[in-house]
C-alpha cells in the first residue's frame, strides 16, 4: 500500500489482484448482479485510487479497503432506489419494495446459509469469514465499536446454530446445503 | 451444534466463491495508471486533532476578544480550571472522532450520538454543579442572544476544521456533519464562558449547552443535504 501511495504502478496492480476478488465477492454477495459487482469493483478502485492518501501506514489495511467499499455500495443502492422510484412513479406501479434479481446461479452456498441473518449480521461474518478479517477490523471498516461486532457475531452464530441444527447440515457429506 | 461445526461449516462454503474475470482486474488497473503520482499521506491522528483543538481555542478566544472577556473576569480560579479543562478534553476527544470520521477503516470508540450526549451531559453536569443562581431574567432573550452568538462563532470553527480537514474522505457524511458541528458547537461554548458574564444557572444550563446540540444537528443536516446532492 505504501508502494501504491508512492506512485509504483507494479504494487497498485498487485494490490488490485489480491484485493479485487475479495471486493467483488463482497458486492456480489449483497444485492447486486454480476454486472453490478463488476461496475461496483471499477467505481470503488476510482474511490480508493482518489482517496488513497488517507490511508496511513501501519494501520490495518483491509478495514480501510471495506469503508470505502460499503461507502460505494451504499452510494449505489441509494442512486438505483431513487432511479427505481422514479420510474415506479411514472410507471404508477403498485408499490413494493426494491429488489435487485441475481442471474441464475449467482447464489452460492454461502449465501444461502446467510439468508435469514440481517443484513448487518451477514456484512460481519462475510468480512469475518470470507474476508478473514477480526473483529477489530470489522468494527473499523462499519465504523462501529468492537462491542457492537460481537454482539453481531453471536447472534448470527445463534441463528446459523439453530438453522444448522434443523437442516442436519452438520452431517451432510459434501457439506452444501441441501 | 457448537460454534466451531458452525466455523467449520462456514469455512467450507466459503470456499466456492466465484473467480473475478482478470480482464476486469486488467481493467481496473489500467484505469488508474495515467493518474498513479505519489501522494503524501494524511498526518497521524494526535496532530490533526492537535490542530483542531488550537483551531478551535483560537476562534474562540479571537470571538471572545472581540466582544469582551467578561465572564472569565467574574470566574473564580476553581470554576475557571473547571470549566476550560472540561471544554479541552470535549474538544479533544469529539475532534478525535471528529479525524476518525474523516479517514476510513478508522478506530471508532463511542457512537456519534453517544459522543453528542456524552459532551451534553459532561457540560449540564459542570454548569449545574458550579451555578446556583435559580433566577430567569430575560431567560429568553438573553438565551437566544447567547445561541446566535455562539452559532455564529461556531461557523468559521466549522470552516477552518473544513479547510483543515479537506483532504480526507467521509464514509458517512451524515455523521461527519455532526461530529463536526459537536466540534464547532464546543467552539461557541468555550467563547461564551469566556464571554458572557450571565451566570444564572438556567441561561448557562440551556442556552449554552444548546449551543452543542444545534449546531450538530446544523452538521448533520448539512452532512444528509451533501450526501442527497452527491
Not at chain 1, 146 to 151: A, T
Request: aromatic share 6%.
Amino acid at each position: 500500500m505504501a508502494r501504491y501511495q508512492a506512485g509504483d504502478f507494479p504494487a497498485a496492480t498487485a494490490l488490485i489482484q489480491r484485493i479485487g476478488p475479495q471486493l467483488h465477492r463482497f458486492f456480489l454477495a449483497q444485492f447486486s448482479s454480476r454486472a453490478d459487482a463488476d461496475d461496483l469493483l471499477q467505481e470503488t478502485w476510482l474511490r480508493i485510487h482518489r482517496v488513497r492518501h488517507t490511508y496511513r501506514p501501519g494501520e490495518p489495511v483491509l478495514p480501510w479497503f471495506y469503508a470505502i467499499a460499503r461507502r460505494v455500495r451504499i452510494d449505489h443502492f441509494r442512486r438505483a432506489s431513487r432511479t427505481t422510484a422514479r420510474e415506479r412513479s411514472l410507471e404508477e406501479a403498485p408499490d413494493v419494495a426494491v429488489t435487485f434479481p441475481r442471474e441464475e446461479g449467482e447464489l452460492d452456498d454461502l449465501e444461502a446459509l446467510l439468508a435469514p441473518l440481517s443484513e448487518s449480521q451477514r456484512e460481519v461474518i462475510r468480512m469475518m469469514k470470507v474476508a478473514g478479517m477480526s473483529l477489530e477490523e470489522v468494527a473499523r471498516a462499519t465504523s462501529s465499536s468492537v462491542g457492537s461486532v460481537k454482539q453481531k457475531v453471536h447472534r448470527a452464530y445463534r441463528n446459523l446454530r439453530e438453522q444448522m441444527s434443523a437442516l442436519g447440515l452438520k452431517k451432510g457429506p459434501s457439506g452444501g446445503l441441501p | 451444534m457448537i460454534d466451531e461445526q458452525v466455523d467449520e461449516v462456514l469455512k467450507r462454503v466459503s470456499r466456492t466463491a466465484q473467480e473475478v474475470e482478470p480482464t476486469l482486474l486488467k481493467r481496473v488497473a489500467d484505469s488508474i495508471h495515467s493518474s498513479l503520482q505519489p501522494v503524501r499521506p494524511l498526518p497521524p491522528t494526535w496532530v490533526l486533532t492537535g490542530a483542531l483543538v488550537l483551531i478551535c481555542a483560537a476562534v474562540a478566544v479571537a470571538g471572545a476578544a472581540r466582544t469582551g472577556f467578561y465572564g472569565i473576569e467574574k470566574l473564580t480560579v476553581l470554576e475557571r480550571l473547571l470549566i476550560f479543562t472540561t471544554l479541552g478534553i470535549l474538544a479533544w476527544v469529539v475532534g478525535r472522532e471528529f479525524v476518525a470520521e474523516l479517514i476510513p477503516g478508522s478506530r471508532h470508540r463511542l457512537s456519534p450520538g453517544a459522543l453528542l450526549t456524552i459532551a451534553s451531559v459532561a457540560l449540564l453536569a459542570v454548569f449545574a454543579l458550579l451555578f446556583r443562581n435559580y433566577r430567569t431574567e430575560h431567560f429568553v432573550s438573553a438565551g437566544i442572544a447567547c445561541l446566535v452568538t455562539g452559532l455564529l462563532l461556531a461557523i468559521p470553527a466549522a470552516l477552518l476544521s473544513w479547510l483543515l480537514m479537506r483532504r480526507g474522505f467521509a464514509v458517512n457524511s451524515v455523521s461527519a456533519g455532526l461530529v463536526g458541528g459537536a466540534l464547532a458547537g464546543l467552539c461557541g461554548v468555550t467563547m461564551l464562558e469566556l464571554h458572557c458574564a450571565n451566570f444564572q444557572a438556567l441561561h448557562v444550563l440551556v442556552w449554552h449547552t444548546a449551543v452543542v446540540s444545534v449546531s450538530a444537528a446544523a452538521g448533520a443536516l448539512l452532512g444528509w443535504a451533501l450526501r442527497e446532492v452527491a
